[in-house]
């Protein structure tokens, strides 16, 4: 496993302060998968308009808060996309 991004201590406190008196390491290493995959999200995302506007090696802070605002208009963006089961046909049978 590679490097963390966010330090599980860290996390910890964050859901301590959020109220919870006790926290599980489950709980830790949930919340961290999910900031590390938000996160990256966030950045593919910041990139892809600062490539739209002419920056290919440079992402600015215009750009992170045009992705932040085009999240929170659209909160669903961020989850993660539904799999589809393939239903039997009858020619499967």
Do not use: C, W
Not at 3 to 31: C, K, N, P, W
Not at 55 to 81: E, G
């Amino acid at each position: 496993m590679g490097e963390r991004a966010f330090s599980l201590y860290d996390i910890e406190q964050f859901i301590r302060e959020a109220g919870a008196e006790r926290v599980t390491e489950d709980a830790v290493l949930d919340l961290e998968r999910r900031l590390e995959r938000l996160t990256e999200t966030l950045a593919n995302k910041a990139s892809r308009y600062a490539a739209h506007a002419g920056r290919k090696r440079l992402i600015t802070k215009q750009d992170v808060l045009l992705t932040k605002r085009r999240v929170y208009r659209n909160p669903a963006s961020f989850r993660p996309k539904a799999r589809t089961t393939k239903s039997a046909s009858i020619s499967d049978m």
